[in-house]
Nanobody
Framework: QVQLVESGGGLVGPGGSLRLSCAPSGYIFGITTMGWYRQPPGKQRELVAA???????NYADSVKGRFTISRDNAKNTVYLQMNSLKPEDTAVYYC?????????WGQGTQVTVSS
């Protein structure tokens, strides 16, 4: 079974930046939408950003203008560039990859924004 491998989380001060990456451990045929979700402590998981196969993007209002999602179709990899981070961005971030035949989640990576 293909697994999604996430990287790039960590501890950063307010106003800082992080870049998350997510790639499958094997080949996935027919990838459609790739996205990032997050789950803050004590809250439900929420959509952060998504990008379709055609490059159309969708962002949560709370991250518009600060976060940028992108994808490398040759590598089946999705990225999330996070700038101007705020303490309220603290959460476990999960990637999700959807294809014509399956949907898979990453294991999650912790992002902590604190001084």
């Amino acid at each position: 079974q293909v697994q999604l491998v996430e990287s790039g989380g960590g501890l950063v001060g307010p106003g800082g930046s992080l870049r998350l990456s997510c790639a499958p451990s094997g080949y996935i045929f027919g990838i459609t939408t790739m996205g990032w979700y997050r789950q803050p402590p004590g809250k439900q998981r929420e959509l952060v950003a998504a990008i379709t196969a055609g490059g159309r993007t969708n962002y949560a209002d709370s991250v518009k203008g600060r976060f940028t999602i992108s994808r490398d179709n040759a590598k089946n990899t999705v990225y999330l560039q996070m700038n101007s981070l705020k303490p309220e961005d603290t959460a476990v971030y999960y990637c999700k990859i959807e294809s014509v035949s399956m949907s898979s989640w990453g294991q999650g990576t912790q992002v902590t924004v604190s001084s």
